[in-house]
Structures are given as C-alpha cells and as structure tokens.
C-alpha cells in the first residue's frame, strides 16, 4: 500500500508566482516529514524538514505545512524561479518504530516557467 | 558536506549476470539504504543496513542482497540481473541518534539490463 501519496505528477507555474506541491500520507504514526528536490541524473538532496509537533517550517523560499487532522503536508516556494525546476518527493517516517527508514512519494515534477 | 559515492553512473548488464553495485560514504554514519527510483512509483526501499553485518530487507527486497562489511561501504547485488530491474539505484547514508536527520544521497546508477 502506498503509505505516502503525491498525486499531481506535474505542476507549472510562472516564474515570480507561487509553487505550491502536495503530498497526503495514511500512516498516523509518521512523525517525520522532509521534502527532497531531484535533478535529472543526480541523487535526491534534502531541501525542508518538520517534525510532528509543529505546523509550519520556514527556510528561505521554501515552507513545508503539515496539517496533521487531515495527514497532509505542502510545500511552498515563493517566489518560484526557473532553476527550481525538478521532481519533489515528499517522504515519511516515524522515529521510533521504523528506524531511520524513509517513505517516499511518487514525486511531482514541477516546471517554473520563465 | 556528507559525500556519498557510488561507483558506477552508468552500467548495461546482460540478463542472467550477477550485478555488483558499490557504495560508499565518507561521514562515519551508522544507517545505510539502497532505493530504486522509477518513473510513477518514486522511491522504494530495496534493503538497509543500521550496522556492518547487518541488513534488513525494505518494501522490495526480492532478486537483491546486500553486504556491509564496513561501515563506510554498502554493496548492492542483484544476484542474477532481469529486465525488470532496469533503474535508477540510489544508495544513501544516515547518522542515527540526536533527533530525526535527513537520508543524504549518491548521485545515482542507471543500470540497464538487456
């Protein structure tokens, strides 16, 4: 079963304007949320992060809510510009009982136009 | 910065080979992960490692193995390689303790199998 869930596989925005990506999970027991940016041929990299007791973490341009009732979490990039261009994952875990294995989505594939 | 190399970026195998790919990772970290990545089905856990000389199997173990034999190095073998396993293999590295931390990942082995 898929534990974590992106479910648009593209998104276009217009450079300057907001970039907003969604992932849903089914786990309860997930306590430990990351977003990851992948450009073609190059390995995943760690972009935001937040933890179960919080709603919102901010870094820059990029803010990551979780809104825990509904087991959703966004990522936000504002403004968007075109080298934000790539696929994100969002992926899952819980700390205590899974160890330090991840769940990830299937990923969404964002296009910042120009 | 973590570093995480893998051997190979590039790899075309014949079906029915025995597939070594190699991993390592040069920040002393304790976890150890091999996913796959294919297009609609993001990144699936194949097997992990929280130790040398120990492994666990992930969400899609069947057709691997895993060696850890030091704590720097990770090896994947896909011990008679199909079609099927045609993908992009990730290997990434974890320390573990002191709070949550993110995967840190290599930048890839696109392996075909024909």
């Known amino acids: 079963d898929q534990q974590v869930k992106q479910n648009s596989p593209s998104l276009s925005v217009q450079e300057g304007r907001i970039s907003i990506l969604n992932c849903d999970y089914t786990?309860?027991?997930?306590?430990?949320f990351l977003w990851y940016k992948k450009y073609p041929a190059e390995g995943p990299t760690f972009l935001i992060s937040?933890?179960?007791?919080?709603d919102k973490n901010e870094d820059g341009r990029f803010t990551v809510f979780l809104n825990k009732s509904a087991k959703h979490l966004s990522l936000h990039i504002v403004p968007s510009q075109p080298g934000d261009s790539a696929v994100y994952f969002c992926?899952?875990?819980?700390?205590?009982?899974?160890?330090?294995?991840?769940?990830f989505g299937e990923g969404t594939q964002l296009t910042v136009n120009p | 910065d973590v570093k995480v190399t893998q051997s190979s970026r590039y790899l075309v195998k014949r079906t029915g080979e025995k597939v070594f790919l190699e991993c390592v990772q040069d920040?002393?970290?304790?976890?150890m992960f091999w996913y796959r990545q294919d297009p609609g089905l993001g990144l699936r856990l194949i097997y992990f490692?929280?130790?040398?000389?120990?492994?666990e199997k992930g969400d899609i173990p069947e057709g691997y193995s895993v060696s850890r034999e030091k704590k720097e190095r990770f090896s994947l073998i896909l011990e008679s390689a199909s079609t099927n396993q045609t993908s992009m293999y990730l290997c990434?590295?974890?320390?573990?303790?002191?709070?949550?931390?993110?995967?840190?990942f290599g930048n890839g082995t696109r392996l075909t199998v024909t």
């Open positions: 937040i933890s179960s007791i919080k």
């Open positions: 490692s929280y130790d040398v000389k120990m492994k």
């Open positions: 920040m002393d970290h304790e976890n």
């Open positions: 786990n309860s027991m997930f306590d430990y």
């Open positions: 992926a899952a875990s819980n700390e205590e009982t899974s160890g330090s294995r991840l769940t």
């Open positions: 990434a590295s974890r320390t573990s303790g002191r709070g949550p931390t993110p995967l840190h």
